[in-house]
């Protein structure tokens, strides 16, 4: 069992109010809030140890740099993966995934090949797609939602063809918080040869994960949803593909020679970073990581399922709810409507008494068309949320519903 008001002690922002109520957050879907740890480990860095790392010779700069290789290891340990090598800093899920798009199917597609998403895809693993679109002529193969939130697998079965060269799905949708099987969809996937990208954003806090076994050939996430800084994300990419890859930014870093006639690239991972790395944003994550590693990803998950549970039971009980996502296997978000209510008034109304959750498309526009609606009001929960927050959104969407 986890020990949430020991774990709430950690987060000082869960203490404050708003509008004079105690802060129910309820929007950790779309960011999670940061433990003393992780925001200690940003203010040490820089008042400790800062100077930009790699290549200098001064004790500051191996010692940065020393913290940043380290934080690499820590994510490839967390995540499974055979290399560091294979852990490149990104500043993002969302950038990770135009990484790929550009690099891999700048190189590698032509003119008529196909992608396969999915229909419950966020906005971040579709647009990228539609990018490329200007430099090759890829179609875009959709997987169906069912009504349930899940994936209609036979379906996806059905879209591979001869043209068919890449699968960028979701882990978890952000939405619906389907928990979609990863694993078989790379397997079919890899019978046909087509390498697959798993959007990882909304499974790495919640479930744990491992990149080998799953055997995805690239792997997305974000540090800000999993407890960790705005700024720094990770793709995950098998070494046999990154090393094939072209460069995706120029600059710093990622060279290992340059000429105006010729300039050559750095090995992996450094190739795929440009610039100056966020290296206090990535020791921060890995602080991140040992915070929920301590915590046991098992036990987080089972909390967090406790939640998901108890919160479903209670909002069914309100006349007129309607969960959008009822997968076999689903995450901790729930995604609704009350009748005719708008979702922007239900959640404008609910921040009014202190409890915080999204309203709107959630980025998720396609999806929102399949289940023809708008929008929906979407509450996510994390690790220290309790069940008395539970009950007090409840209570708040009661009287909200009762105005209308
Ligand atoms: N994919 C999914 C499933 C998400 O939930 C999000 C964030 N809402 C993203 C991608 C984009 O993540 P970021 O904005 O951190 O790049």
Excluded at 65 to 89: C, G, L, M
Excluded at 222 to 240: D, F, Q, R, W
Excluded at 328 to 343: L, P, Q, T, W, Y
Aim: aromatic share 10%.
């Amino acid at each position: 069992m986890l020990n949430t008001e020991q774990i709430r002690k950690d987060f000082p922002i869960l203490s404050r109010t708003v509008y004079g109520k105690p802060l129910v957050y309820l929007d950790n879907a779309a960011t999670t809030q940061k433990p003393v740890c992780v925001v200690d480990k940003i203010t040490e860095g820089y008042y400790h140890t800062n100077a930009n790392v790699h290549r200098g010779v001064h004790f500051l700069s191996q010692e940065a740099t020393d913290a940043h290789e380290a934080a690499r290891r820590k994510v490839q340990t967390f995540i499974h993966a055979a290399s560091p090598a294979e852990i490149i800093f990104t500043r993002g899920t969302t950038e990770a995934i135009n990484l790929v798009a550009s690099s891999f199917g700048g190189a590698f597609f032509e003119d008529g090949d196909e992608v396969i998403l999915s229909e419950m895809e966020h906005h971040a693993n579709i647009v990228p797609w539609q990018l490329l679109q200007h430099r090759r002529k890829i179609k875009l193969r959709v997987i169906p939602v069912l009504e349930n939130g899940e994936l209609d697998m036979e379906a996806y079965r059905s879209l591979f063809n001869e043209r068919t060269r890449f699968v960028s799905v979701c882990h978890m949708s952000n939405v619906l918080g389907t928990v979609n099987p990863v694993k078989e969809l790379v397997g079919i996937a890899h019978r046909h040869q087509v390498p697959v990208l798993i959007d990882g954003a909304q499974s790495v806090p919640h479930l744990p994960v491992d990149v080998q076994s799953l055997d995805a050939d690239f792997y997305v996430f974000s540090a800000h949803k999993i407890y960790g800084p705005t700024g720094i994300g990770v793709l995950y990419g098998k070494e046999k593909w990154l090393g094939q890859m072209p460069p995706y930014q120029g600059g710093g870093e990622m060279i290992a020679h340059v000429s105006f006639e010729h300039t050559t690239y750095n090995e992996l991972p450094y190739k795929f970073e440009a610039g100056t790395p966020d290296y206090i944003g990535t020791t921060a994550l890995a602080e991140a990581l040992g915070y929920v590693s301590a915590a046991g990803l098992s036990r987080i998950a089972e909390h967090e399922q406790f939640l998901l549970r108890y919160a479903t039971e209670q909002l069914l009980a309100i006349d007129g709810l309607r969960i959008y996502g009822t997968a076999r296997e689903k995450g901790a978000v729930i995604s609704f409507n009350v009748k005719d209510i708008h979702h922007y008034d239900m959640g404008m109304l609910l921040d009014k008494l202190g409890v915080a959750v999204r309203t709107g498309h959630h980025c998720a526009q396609p999806l929102m068309r399949r289940f023809g609606i708008e929008g929906t009001v979407r509450a996510s929960f994390a690790l220290y949320n309790t069940q008395e927050e539970i009950d007090v959104f409840v209570a708040a969407l009661k009287r909200v519903v009762a105005m209308f």
